[in-house]
């Protein structure tokens, strides 16, 4: 009597490449902010505490809305989210990019910030649901679309913003036409796979202890600020030190882009904290 081997579920390459790949434009867009930081302090003559606020208003609706839009799409999944939070980025883009005020700035910055904070909870949940099981595969490429278009916006901005100014900025927006394109693709994909993503995680619940995950992330979490206090100080404000003491406002622009793009090349355990809060969360 013949027997019928379970079918091992493979992973979704094509959707991993796209979503890992939107990534990658999305974190691109979003480093290119602290490069072009003394352009900002040179033409609207700002301070560093109007410095800070930018940071301030790009990262928190970038980081601290994450957790809200993670808990509401846990309980009702949003495959077009992706490609309107690529929306949100591609506005924020064309308004800095014709800013009239500071006050705009920060608006602008706010929305870029807004579009990244709708674009990772979901982004993970895609590049989890394509894994096939192979969570730390996908979870890793997942990581290195974002690593890679971290260390590429700093390079461009020193090639196409410092050099041809503001406006130049929004150059960047085709970036984001491209990623919302590729992004209703797998918004289509994803909207086909939520039946069988609330099945799974309803027979999951419950299969660590409530405390464990707590605890587990509590210390992610505060190992992440621990690392990016430093990192945010140094893409912030490293570039107005190079000005101050090099006295070439435009060789110390270009450095600064250099060390942003040092800073942001990928690690060798970048994509270990994502993977634990990956499982921790099911």
Known sequence: MSTVSPRIPTPSLGVLAAISVCHGMNDLMQSVLP??????????????????????????????????????????????????????????????????????????????????????????????????????????????????????????????????????????????????TILIGVGKWYRGQIADHLKTRANVVGALPRGKVRTALIVLVLLVFSKNIYLASLSSYYTFYLIDKSGSRSRARRFTCLCCWRRSRPAPSSAAPSAIASVAST
């Open 35 to 180: 490069a072009v930081y003394p352009l900002l302090k040179d033409a609207y003559r700002l301070d560093f505490g109007q410095i800070g606020l930018i940071t301030f208003a790009n990262q928190a609706t970038a980081s601290l809305l994450q957790p809200l839009i993670g808990a509401f799409t846990d309980r009702r999944p949003q495959p077009f989210s992706l490609p309107i939070g690529m929306a949100f980025t591609l506005v924020g883009l064309l308004l800095l990019s014709v800013a009239p005020a500071y006050a705009t700035i920060l608006l602008a910055v706010a929305l870029v910030g807004i579009g990244s904070s709708v674009f990772h909870p979901e982004s993970s949940r895609v590049a989890r649901l394509a894994s096939g099981g192979r969570h730390g595969f996908a979870q890793s490429l997942f990581q290195v679309g974002g690593n890679v278009g971290s260390s590429t916006g700093p390079l461009l901005a020193a090639y196409i913003v410092l050099p041809y100014g503001q406006q130049s900025i929004a150059w960047f927006g085709v970036t984001a036409l491209a990623a919302m």
